[in-house]
């Protein structure tokens, strides 16, 4: 069977047609691993502008009719037509325009899907349902006032568990995200940031917890009131490898509600799992 360009071999095409039509050609290095793809690719399907001693030479010198040449081979296979850009597409979209399959192209089946959770159960088909798989681009930001993103999913499916106090009325409650959800749920917060809305993060109060906290973007943190927090934390909830974090925490200037916060973390080396909160009264810190 003859070979398939890899999308990564398509890729370095598409990205360097636009260079060898504006140059009328253009010198590329054959240890290069793409190039050395696209020319085996050349001489399996017997390319009469491709030499055979190619691979042996340095240099290789592309030019429009043999880019041209390659297109038009792929779309006589029906092998993906390097010149398309499936990085937008969906998967099923993208597998109409060749017969050959190839997952890795186009958008990833959960590359926009998040895990939300409703403010109360809802009941659909009969059952009673709290939290949602869906497109974030399918809300309205626009229609809520603060986005909550819980870090654990065992906490996210029992947040009624826990007493939480925001003063808004409408609350887009998300889980951050494992392998499935973290792509989802980043593209979401990115979008969200840019409203300049309220963004407040509930995780562990931990090394990984706080800096998520700080550095990604969140303006508050869902903890116990200080002096609560004080008679609950314990090194044994602050582990080993964790310790890499609290450097840059350290550092980190924050608001003056947040530094006691930060100091118990980083001084005296105690942490709280978001799990141990339950019971508490929960409420946002801001963080600067």
Not at 24 to 41: A, I, N
Not at 231 to 244: G, H, I, N, T
Request: proline letters at 7%.
């Amino acid at each position: 069977m003859l070979p398939v360009l890899s999308p990564a071999a398509c890729r370095f095409l598409r990205q360097l047609s636009p260079k060898v039509l504006a140059a009328g050609r253009l010198k590329k290095s054959t240890r290069q691993k793409s190039v050395q793809e696209v020319l085996c690719w050349c001489l399996a399907h017997q390319l009469e502008q491709v030499p055979g001693n190619c691979l042996q030479r340095p240099d290789f010198y592309f030019e429009p009719a043999l880019l041209q040449q390659i297109a038009a081979v792929q779309q006589a296979l029906g092998h993906p037509d390097y010149r398309l850009d499936f990085s937008n597409q969906s998967r099923p979209d993208a597998a109409l325009q060749s017969q050959i399959e190839q997952k890795s192209i186009g958008i990833k089946p959960r590359q926009a899907r998040i895990l939300l959770r409703l403010p109360q159960p809802q009941r659909l088909a009969g059952i009673a349902v709290q939290e949602l798989d869906l497109d974030w681009q399918q809300l309205s930001l626009p229609d809520y006032e603060a986005l909550l993103v819980v870090e654990n999913l065992d906490c996210f499916y029992q947040l009624e568990r826990f007493a939480i106090e925001l003063p808004y009325q409408h609350i887009l409650i998300v889980y951050r995200g494992d392998r499935h959800y973290s792509s989802g749920c980043k593209a979401l917060k990115a979008a969200w940031l840019s409203l300049q809305k309220p963004t407040i993060y509930f995780g562990d109060f931990d090394g990984k917890g706080v800096s998520i906290a700080l550095h990604e973007g969140y303006q508050a943190m869902l903890l116990p009131a200080f002096a609560e927090l004080q008679q609950q934390v314990s090194a044994a909830m602050l582990p080993d490898k964790q310790l890499k974090f609290l450097p840059a925490t350290e550092q980190h200037p924050t608001s003056p509600a947040f530094q006691p916060y930060q100091q118990l973390l980083c001084q005296q080396l105690k942490g709280l799992r978001q799990q141990q909160m339950q019971g508490m009264a929960l409420a946002p810190v801001l963080l600067s």
